[in-house]
């Protein structure tokens, strides 16, 4: 209660509900298409976006073959994975085995029928909606445990225990860079965060906005177990990870996963600081131009919205695409210092920088923006520095301090 105080009602809303609205299994049924059989075609053309995207980075073309420009090679891909046999080892547990891809792939699917898309264009929409995400999110760790325990395989298993350490220990910054939008828009509900930045403006036009959505993203592309944080299925090494024994279909289950994953993340990302589908600066006329009082405005406005933030989900992926691109692979205690020594405790400090952001640019009856921008950018530029500077002297003194007497304290 003592942060929706200050809340204003959403500066739109839906008109008469449709013929899908009023019928609900029509609204599910409607959804669950979209999910389930738009959403996995619209993934293999990211794997097929990616694959034309990594040959322009090292100059060469990509898939070209199947199909006008190599448009068909995701799609010959996925009957090749679906035709292949599937094969278990004899000593595997063969349920848990089964089983293990299906834990993955559910959180990637149910994450997003809390996304809204567009004014009115969320699956469902809970009051704890971004704890509902952090929620369902959190059980990936288990799925991926699963595939490595169920292989009865010694690599597969500690590529397992890897993986999961990696995912809880860069949830925790990813949860903490949420924090300020929750109290920036006085709700978890992600369709209310939408509401709050049709009317304040994006919540990435702050420093600690800025600040954490760079936490958010850096924690996204560990979480979803991309480059350079790719470490749980690392190629290079004596096996590829905890889905080494899965072939055909289950191994299939796995990659849309991970490509559902990104997308998952982008659109939070999307939604969190980057205003959903507003234009920046322009989101209250967005909404306001057409109206959403009558059925048209309505499918008017959501079309713009969906537009707009189709494309903002298309740059952030691509950002994803570009980092692996470009980034070599962490070594694994690296990755684990940076999350625990770094992302931490910069997402504990912006927590202090967005409560000053909240008290002096969106609270009172009249914000003083620039005092806001001033102190605020100060903050965050001291946390940046005194993290890396704290890190930098620990590390300096490791490396000089006699080898006995470290081992001594």
Known sequence: MGLTFWATAPIYHSPQPSAIEAIPWLAWAAWLGVFVGVLPLVMAYVVWGERKLAGRFQDR????????????????????????????????????????????????????????????????????????????????????????????????????????????????????????????????????????????????????????????????????????????????????????????IRFALFMLAEYLGIFGVSCLGTVLFLGGGTLPFVGAWQVRAVGTDSTLGFLLTGGSAVAVFSAKVVLYIFGFFWIRATLPRLRVDRLMDFAWKYLVPLALANLATAAVWFELAIRPAAPRPLLAWLVTGLMTAGSVAGVAAINRAVATRSRTEPAGRALAR
């Open 61 to 248: 073309l990509g898939p070209n073959r199947v199909g006008p420009f190599g448009l068909l090679q995701s799609i010959a891909d996925a009957v090749k994975l679906l035709t292949k046999e599937v094969l278990v080892p004899t000593e595997a547990d063969r349920m848990v085995h089964l089983l293990a891809p299906l834990v993955i792939l559910a959180p990637a699917f149910l994450t997003l029928a809390v996304i809204p898309f567009g004014p009115g264009l969320a699956a469902v929409n809970p009051p704890a909606g971004l704890l509902y995400l952090v929620a369902i999110s959190s059980l990936a760790p288990l799925g991926l445990f699963l595939a490595g325990w169920s292989s009865r395989n010694k690599f597969s298993l500690l590529g397992a225990m890897r993986a999961v350490a990696q995912l809880v220990s860069y949830e925790v910054p990813l949860v903490l860079a949420t924090v300020p939008v929750v109290l920036w828009s006085g709700s978890l509900s992600l369709v209310a965060i939408f509401d709050r930045q049709v009317d304040l403006g994006w919540f990435l036009f702050s420093p600690p906005g800025m600040l954490g959505f760079l936490i958010l993203t850096i924690s996204g592309v560990a979480e979803v177990n991309r480059a350079p944080f790719d470490l749980p299925e690392a190629e290079s090494e004596i096996v590829s990870g905890y889905h080494t024994e899965y072939s055909g």
